[in-house]
């Protein structure tokens, strides 16, 4: 177990599994499957236990969806191991058969200041905010929507391409890496917004860059889709603290159906 | 041998060798290796003539140096091939010595307009911009910078962390993928212009998530360094064609030591 995943069972030599409960489950009515974002967590949650270090990076590829109810078994290959930084693997099965790879480097510097160049966008509270109402409908058992409050921020100001969610997990607790790397995954959110279908489109991978965490509070999803092309879309994601903090920056390639 | 490499040699079974020459290494005097870029340009064309469909996104992360004269081996594994993409994983080895490792998505669906909603920033023109003669001083033996033409744009209307250059290869040819993933890897010189340090910082990883090749031209790379934070720095760039189009975006982590 570890402090964002108590379900996260270590096996020792790098080896883990969880049971994917609904509360971590996505999907349309029939079809409830394990979060992409969630995964992406798991993968990193992994690595950091078995290495015992932060998180800098990470880069999560899907190879097929991992249903609700199914066992994810996470093993993590330590490719090189420096006084520095370590570069990892992370693999996911189920039933022996691969559903995710995803590449991850940890590592921590001391001595060196934080910098931040970006400047967070200049927008409402989230208690000026709405709630959303127009999250894409669930199957009954995929319950990940319901752990989290998503407000809306107003979109007449915004150049097209962009969409912004303050985003909050209902159990509070700090905004840890886990936090960002589910939080970054609202990329599809907004591609339904452009696309006109509320689930925007399929993850075909995911990545992550972390800046720092921090203490309990909303997280403002600032996504901007850049492009689409033969049938795929590009978006990218910057991750702020209410005070203006960027936390972390994410990316996610998307298959894309237009509406 | 592909368009992009005539030197890639291809043994089959996804199995590729290439010897570095001096116009694909960088680095300080004494220090010459195959660039972070080429790297992952070599990875992203293995896969492609592997799977023999286009590359829509890949992340790579850098396990240890590739030296000057090296012979450089390249495996593509298929992770999972579908009608619609495929995932693959590329691993590059000197001397059995594992040091890249990449995850690629490849793929290209038919009967899908392109998109863009990103608006490419206002710069003057290549010809209006000057040469570069900041670029960091390279190893006699190391030539690749010297495969490039690399123009300054004005820096004073920027915002901070932002650096813009106008790249073009000597070599005509069309901005193709290869050239793509070189370009993206330009992350390097914008931090040396927020570090004071000419090579900016080391790459940890490198990706690319593909829009579009373009017709021969210069490329307008539109790079953003985020924030830096326990030594490592985050960084993002943006891939034009001079007509405004969005060919590309990329991001990477460097190893950040502030001047
Ligand atoms: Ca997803
Ligand atoms: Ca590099």
Known sequence: ??????????RGDGRF?????????????????????????LALEAAAETVQRPVVQGALQFVSFTPLGARLELTVD?????????????????????????GVTLGERSGFAEQQWLDAPLVPAPDQCLPSARLPRQDD????????????????????GRARFW?????????????????????????GRM??????????DNSLRMVRSAAPGWCLADITIAAAASGFAQG??????????LLATGGQTLLFNPG
Not at 1 to 10: E, I, K, Q, V
């Open 141 to 160: 058992n995929a319950h990940f929507l319901d752990t989290m409050e998503v407000r809306e921020l107003p979109e007449d100001c915004l150049p097209a």
């Open 195 to 204: 696309s006109g279908r509320p689930g925007g489109g399929n993850s075909i």
């Open 236 to 245: 990218r994601v910057e991750l702020w603290s209410e005070q203006g903090v």
């Open 78 to 102: 330590i490719l090189q191991a420096g006084r520095t930084l370590v570069q990892a693997q992370v693999s996911g099965r189920v039933d022996n058969r691969l559903v995710l790879s995803a």
């Open 17 to 41: 599994a969880i049971d994917i409960a609904p509360a971590l489950a996505v999907g349309p009515p029939g079809h409830a499957y394990l979060f992409g974002g969630a995964c992406l967590a």
């Open 167 to 191: 985003l909050r997990r209902k159990a509070t607790g700090p905004i840890d890496m886990a936090s960002l790397a589910l939080f970054a995954d609202f990329i599809p959110v907004a591609l």
């Open 1 to 10: 177990m570890t402090a964002a995943f108590p379900d996260l069972l270590s």
